[in-house]
């Protein structure tokens, strides 16, 4: 008898877990606010295949700028179905001379998938220890999330790469722009960077700061 009520608590408990179980996906409805959370769900009736494809990562990016390098994300706003799925990807094109400079991404680690070219990348622990390797097509390299890290064009032609992060909103702070690159008063990066006046006020320049 005792047997009898455990099989009878477990079918029940199962029986429980098949009707409360999570929905499929949560497409993001773009028409709402992108929120810490995401989007909020579309309506699964509005939903269509087209929510889970996108064609966004087969051109190359626009390199004719100042770092010679283009990042063409496909997060949550270009592609809805990753919405809720804890990944995304993005394409990097690099020109000859091409870099990504020092920058982190908070909210996700990121896998990098060499597909042209040759790529010098690397990123610096918590304790700085530096970890730079060469990459050849179809080389991968992985930046554990929040650490600095780097891509330069190790050759004479244009790079391409694949990134892919573990969240749909990896976010982005390149470590050059937010010195160099906004309103930060120029003693305080001298003070903080060891740099002198005339070496900020000239990165300031370049990229665009005042202060």
Same mark, same amino acid.
């Given at each position: 008898?005792?047997?009898?009520?455990? +099989?009878?608590?477990?079918?029940?408990?199962?029986? &429980?877990?098949?009707?409360?179980?999570?929905?499929?996906?949560?497409?993001?409805?773009?028409?709402?606010?992108?929120?810490?959370?995401?989007? /909020?769900?579309?309506?699964?009736?509005?939903?269509?295949?087209?929510?889970?494809?996108?064609? *966004?990562?087969?051109?190359?990016?626009? /390199?004719?700028?100042?770092?010679?390098? $283009?990042?063409?994300?496909?997060?949550?706003?270009?592609?809805?179905?990753?919405?809720? +799925?804890? +990944?995304?990807?993005?394409? !990097?094109?690099?020109? $000859?001379?091409?870099?990504?400079?020092?920058?982190?991404?908070?909210?996700?680690?990121?896998?990098? !998938?060499?597909?042209?070219?040759?790529?010098?990348?690397?990123?610096?622990?918590?304790?700085? /220890?530096?970890?730079?390797? /060469?990459?050849?097509?179809?080389?991968?390299?992985?930046?554990?999330?929040?650490?600095?890290?780097?891509?330069?064009?190790?050759?004479? *032609?244009?790079?391409?790469?694949?990134?892919?992060?573990? %969240?749909?909103?990896?976010? &982005?702070?390149?470590?050059?722009?937010?010195?160099?690159?906004?309103?930060?008063? %120029?003693? +305080?990066?001298?003070?903080?960077?060891?740099?002198?006046?005339?070496?900020?006020?000239?990165?300031?320049?370049? !990229?665009?700061?005042?202060?």
């Amino acid at each position: 008898m005792k047997m009898f009520h455990i +099989l009878l608590i477990v079918c029940s408990l199962f029986t &429980l877990s098949v009707h409360a179980a999570v929905q499929d996906f949560c497409v993001a409805d773009l028409k709402g606010p992108d929120t810490p959370s995401g989007y /909020t769900c579309k309506p699964v009736a509005i939903v269509t295949v087209d929510d889970f494809v996108s064609t *966004i990562l087969r051109g190359a990016g626009n /390199t004719s700028n100042i770092i010679k390098a $283009a990042v063409t994300p496909a997060f949550s706003s270009q592609l809805p179905g990753l919405n809720g +799925l804890g +990944l995304s990807i993005a394409r !990097l094109d690099l020109a $000859a001379g091409g870099v990504v400079p020092f920058h982190t991404h908070p909210s996700g680690s990121e896998l990098l !998938l060499v597909t042209q070219g040759f790529i010098t990348a690397g990123f610096v622990s918590s304790a700085n /220890t530096v970890y730079v390797k /060469t990459l050849k097509k179809g080389d991968i390299m992985v930046f554990p999330q929040g650490l600095l890290h780097f891509q330069v064009n190790a050759g004479g *032609i244009t790079a391409v790469a694949f990134a892919s992060f573990s %969240s749909p909103t990896p976010g &982005l702070q390149i470590l050059d722009f937010a010195l160099f690159a906004n309103d930060l008063p %120029s003693k +305080l990066v001298e003070a903080t960077t060891f740099l002198d006046d005339a070496t900020v006020k000239k990165l300031k320049a370049v !990229l665009g700061g005042t202060g």
